[in-house]
């Protein structure tokens, strides 16, 4: 048999053991004794541990992020999509995962295509702001910005998304713009009529 255990050394620390242990008989199959040899494997232990909080770490602050995170794969695939993409977009992880990114609209492929050219060629982009459809089919202002995922060897596997929800930011910004107008036309009128 083969299983880690952690023992309590003569200093009072812990220790991690890779244990085996294998059953000797004797030539009529009567047990005789244990033989058993133990590995100190605490080093790689804490190591995987460290790893694993790591990675506990890294999907904590994706899920709790207010932007977008997403991965797709260098076809455009959807390979990752965190709790943010789903409240912004309306798609659940399900709906996505191994699909091509949803929130293109048709006529935005074009765009589409020639952004993940530049994200893969370029080492990708910051702060481009685009619209994108929603699930029910309205439209969301965002601000993507892109980073190619690569693997050990440094060879580009993916790209990693960041999108933040503009929409409002953009409303806003057209009416202060809409009321900047206004104000200009009246005071336009207002000094042609004193004026006159």
């Not at 659940?92 to 993940?116: N, W």
């Not at 080492?123 to 202002?141: M, N, P, W």
Request: glycine share 8%; aromatic share 8%; net charge positive.
């Amino acid at each position: 048999m083969r299983f880690e255990k952690r023992f309590v050394h003569k200093d009072g620390s812990f220790r991690w053991g890779d244990v085996r242990a294998i059953l000797r008989r004797d030539e009529d199959g009567n047990r005789l004794y244990f033989l058993t040899t133990v590995v100190d494997m605490t080093d790689r232990k804490r190591a995987e541990i460290t790893l694993r909080r790591s990675e506990e770490f890294q999907r904590a602050m994706i899920s709790c992020s207010p932007i977008a995170l997403y991965v797709i794969d260098l076809d455009g695939n959807v390979q990752s999509w965190n709790s943010s993409a789903e409240r912004i977009f309306g798609y659940r992880p399900v709906d996505v995962i191994g699909k091509p990114i949803p929130i293109v609209s048709e006529d935005k492929k074009e765009q589409f295509d020639a952004l993940r050219r530049e994200a893969l060629e370029k080492g990708g982009f910051h702060g481009r702001e685009l619209v994108r459809t929603r699930k029910d089919g309205s439209h969301v202002h965002i601000s993507l910005s892109v980073a190619p995922i690569r693997n050990a060897q440094g060879e580009m596997v993916g790209i990693l998304g960041a999108a933040e929800d503009i929409t409002q930011r953009k409303a806003d910004e057209g009416r202060l713009e809409w009321n900047l107008r206004r104000n200009e036309v009246l005071s336009n009128i207002a000094a042609g009529l004193l004026t006159k």
